[in-house]
């Protein structure tokens, strides 16, 4: 049983996290003003713990991750994963730097989020590829980041101008 919970808590990290940084933005107050709070909080859980797992998951279980994508391991997945953990500590890291720092990691993952949603969904089309790490949550999750970091960052740029 305990092993079926920590499959299931493992195997769910991206709509964990994703979850958790909304949970987060709403109950915390700080700081004040939502969309910031959002933006934040996506991209030290949703993007930097999200993606800090998934590069040591593609780096030290490349079979293992290239079965729930419906890939076969290769090469790839040592590059990947330590591009996810580059991502992974830098998003975090932009949780307690300037918006000038965020807006180049959310201008990044914007950019990497855009290729891998393409890339996967070519997968479906091209090869019927519908594995859950391939075309399920988390491709729904890339696609919600990407759509709302860049809004996100915008409105907090916005307020702060005229504030």
Do not use: C
């Amino acid at each position: 049983m305990i092993v079926n919970a920590i499959t299931f808590f493992l195997s769910n990290i991206p709509g964990f996290t994703f979850a958790g940084a909304i949970v987060a933005a709403l109950a915390l107050k700080s700081p004040a003003y939502f969309p910031e709070r959002l933006m934040n909080w996506l991209l030290l859980l949703a993007v930097g713990v999200m993606n800090l797992w998934a590069g040591l998951f593609h780096v030290f279980a490349p079979e293992m991750s290239a079965k729930t994508i419906g890939w076969q391991d290769s090469p790839f997945h040592f590059e990947i994963g330590v591009s996810d953990i580059a991502i992974g500590i830098v998003a975090i890291a932009s949780f307690w730097r300037s918006l000038e720092f965020k807006a180049a990691v959310v201008g990044y993952i914007t950019l990497f989020y855009i290729g891998v949603a393409i890339g996967h969904v070519r997968q479906v089309v091209l090869t019927g590829n519908t594995a859950s790490n391939n075309f399920g949550l988390l491709l729904v999750i890339t696609v919600a980041t990407l759509i709302m970091l860049p809004i996100l960052y915008w409105l907090t740029r916005k307020h702060r101008s005229a504030a």
